[in-house]
């Protein structure tokens, strides 16, 4: 029996307003960001939403919660929901990328590599939200559940339904706004987009 999982963007930061590389890096949410928590929180308001997940992070945390707490559900923090880890380029604007890194950053501009080098590879963050999801729904057949998560896992998830790598399916599809919302079923190990 498939499993629904909303899969949400944390609200905004202002990292995410200074265009600034977070990772794993675990700035708050600022006003604006809680403003589309409370949002999102009357959008899924009748969703039938029977669990929360997060991203142990900040900006989710308190995005799942401020969801949760309008569903009258807790959050269930899982640190392989969280956003991937792009090492030495945390903190930084595309622009201090480019003039510290000039190489790796040319490298992720042509889609053809991660560019940083001290944190993880989409691959690893493919494999670590996918099994995280793959549990989740497991806990919780038929029901329909929301995960509070970053723009990257959620990017990971896109390319693993559509069968690509993630520097193709990165080229075609633009991250997910903040508190935007995408479904898929899982069933198993089987993961379909649902939007």
């Known amino acids: 029996m498939a499993t629904t999982v909303l899969l949400a963007r944390h609200g905004e930061t202002d990292w995410n307003a200074e265009r600034r590389w977070q990772g794993h890096s675990d700035p708050p949410l600022n006003e604006r960001g809680r403003e589309q928590a409370r949002a999102l929180a009357e959008e899924l308001g009748g969703a039938g939403i029977v669990a929360v997940y997060a991203s ?25 929901l969280r956003e991937v880890d792009v090492g030495e380029w945390s903190g930084l604007t595309p622009d201090e990328i480019a003039l510290r890194y000039p190489d790796a950053h040319a490298r992720w501009i042509a889609y053809e590599g991660h560019g940083w080098v001290d944190g993880e590879s ?45 520097l193709e399916y990165r ?8 508190c935007a919302v995408a479904a898929v079923a899982v069933e198993g190990r089987t993961i379909a987009r649902l939007d």
């Open 56 to 80: 142990d992070l900040r900006r989710s945390l308190e995005t799942a919660e401020i969801v949760a707490a309008r569903l009258g559900l807790p959050v269930h923090a899982d640190a392989r």
């Open 171 to 178: 080229r075609h599809h633009r991250v997910l706004g903040n």
């Open 122 to 166: 989409y691959e690893q963050l493919a494999e670590r939200v996918v099994a995280a999801l793959v549990e989740i729904a497991a806990e919780h057949p038929g029901g329909t559940v929301l995960a509070v998560t970053h723009g990257g896992p959620v990017r990971a998830v896109g390319a693993h339904c559509a069968g690509v790598p993630q």
